[in-house]
């Protein structure tokens, strides 16, 4: 096993991963903690939290934990932010 196949933080999506994989590893330093965050995509009228580290973005969902979402920087082509009026 590579070093690549270990660390996978910043190069992969995952959804759903495990409360382990959800846990910052060893290098690995929460930069932001954003509440009240909404996936309008995938969960739509979800409300969850936005993680944000020096490898990658997690989302969760407040209600249901094991909904989640890990986002390698490296995955990353360009960010759109917008402000909306959610229905909850």
């Known amino acids: 096993m590579s070093v690549l196949d270990v660390l996978w933080e910043d190069r992969d999506v995952r959804f759903d991963v495990s409360s382990q994989q959800m846990k ?12 009240s965050i909404e996936d309008t995509k995938g969960n739509n009228g979800d409300r969850g939290r936005l993680l944000v580290t020096n490898l990658r973005i997690i989302w969760h969902s407040l ?13 990353i082509l360009n960010i759109t932010t917008r402000t909306a009026n959610s229905s909850i």
Do not use: F, K, Q
């Not at 209600?63 to 995955?75: F, H, Q």
């Open 63 to 75: 209600a249901l934990p094991r909904v989640n979402l890990s986002i390698g920087y490296n995955c």
């Open 24 to 35: 910052t590893r060893p290098g690995e330093v929460l930069i932001d903690c954003l509440d």
